[in-house]
């Protein structure tokens, strides 16, 4: 049973995964790229340098907890994109009639992990022979732990079954107490107990959730979610926050990406002192926001020319969600654009005018994105990378002026 079943998951996975790759090879491409070291070979390094120091000596509960959680949302992310691959399709919802043993399915499940994280799994390998190397027996005994917890933070991803990350939280906790306390019995005590609890709460969570089961359809009758209740906003405004809530982790990551490097920037700012070299940083910042957020335009226009068959039926307005659409993401890009020319309003370091005139700018560009976004076919990123390089460029060369 369990070779038939894997290998149907497998074929699932290799089709999924293809495709997933052919979209987005870009992206895994550019990021390799950006790790110190050589290309390939550096993610490789730094990953494993990140899964070592998780148990290293000297840095605390609160280093070995810290770092315990960027390895699990670290792990989840990496999972995420593939949720679909992983989880079989609608096939799996056939085999759930199936008398199937449930040690058949957890084997199965296991070798679906292990599939994913494969590229991962030479940077683990690499960090648990400098751990057990360098840091002795516990540490290397509690190395495969932290790895196992990761394991279990991405089968609640997978499932979406949230609640196993309390148990990974007090894990990772319990791990951070251990390798900070005196070499003794009680520390092996600890890992004991975070490897049993590792074990039994996922199946104990399984348990709940189909338990729960029995009473959360009784329940759903009297809940209104806030996002659906008439008038709470503009219909095309909850259309379009449900395409992106469609895809969390795409529409999650640029935004995210995109505050985050505002909030460098700005930082990086302050400590030039606004010197010559404060400028340049903000127009590069302001393009690279513009390139990041311009990608949810195909996720936005994607939805609705699936839907074009219903909206050709309504009595829209001409070029309806594509004003609808750059609207929204011009309204989104006023955060990140805030954050980032905040310091200098209130320091005095840039001229209003010069702040006030970027902004805009960035503006105009994340409209003249949108038509390399979705129109740019195999050569969209080639185009939007020139259109950003030619208004960094532009922008520039007037403000020295």
Known sequence: MYGRLARLRLHWYGREGIGLLERHWQWALLASLLVPGAPIVGPFLAFAALLGAVVAPGIGVPGHVG????????????????????????FMAYVGTLPVPRPARLAVEATMLAVANGPLLPAAGLAAMRVAHAQGAYPACCFPVVLGLAVV???????RRWALLGGVGVGDMLLAVGLDAPAGGARWGV????????????AVMARLAVAGGRWRPRREGRV????????SMAPALRVQCGVLAARPVVSALRVGAAVALAL????????????????????VAVAAIGLLLAGLYRILADAHRAAAG???????????WPLRDTGLLMLVNLVPLAILFRP????GGVSPAIAAGLAVAGQALLVLLRWPVLHGGRHRLVLSLLLAVGWSGAAMAAVSR
Do not use: E, K, T
């Open 67 to 90: 770092l315990a959680a960027v390895i699990d949302l670290a792990a989840m992310l990496w999972v995420l994109p593939q949720r679909r691959a992983l989880r079989g399709g609608a």
């Open 344 to 347: 200098q309003a209130r320091l």
């Open 264 to 283: 460098g920037v700005a930082r990086l700012v302050v400590l030039f002192d606004f010197d010559s070299r404060a400028v340049p940083a903000m127009i």
């Open 224 to 231: 209104v979610p806030a996002f659906d209740r008439a008038g």
């Open 191 to 202: 890992l004991g107990v975070v490897l049993a609890g590792a074990v039994a709460v996922p």
């Open 153 to 159: 933070a991405q089968h609640a991803a997978i499932g």
């Open 310 to 320: 219903y909206l050709a039926a309504l009595p829209l307005p001409p070029r309806y």
